[in-house]
């Protein structure tokens, strides 16, 4: 039976962060599927068709990881798609009651997936969406932090560059 991961989240945009997960979880299961959020209470910068070309564009050299997008409850759609993993990555100890919370109440609502934590490399431990969107609307330095083309998609919707 193959076992699959998801690894969910908003990606708004994707970050080297989250593809330093994605590259790490693709070694551990035979497949993972990165799912964007549809429905989410947040207000995006980027609509789901853009932040999908972008995380594509990222991981097209990992052969065993796909994009796609979902709405409802997590664990229907981990269960609907056959994967019995849920991937979170922690990047500090802030990030750990929130985790915690999620995946207890996954588990609550789901006693077939299990969630994972998975570290990202340290360069990245600070690194989030909400930073670099926010950097980026001010025209400061991101390289290293996102993919190029994610970079230049940024200063494209702050009208800089
Ligand atoms: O990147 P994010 O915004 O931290 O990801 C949050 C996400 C998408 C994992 C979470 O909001 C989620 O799973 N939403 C789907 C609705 C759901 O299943 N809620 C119950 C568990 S928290």
Redesign the pocket.
Known sequence: MENIAVY????DPVTNGHIDLIQRSATLFDKVVVAI?RN?G?MPLFSIDERKEMLEMAIREIGNATVTDFS????DFAEQIGASVII?GIRAISDYEHELQ?AL??RR?SSRVETVFMLPAETYSFLSSRLVKEIASYGGAISGLVPEDVERRLYSKFNLK
């Open positions: 969910p989240g908003s990606f959020l989410s947040k409802g409850l997590l664990v979170r999620m109440i996954n609502l």
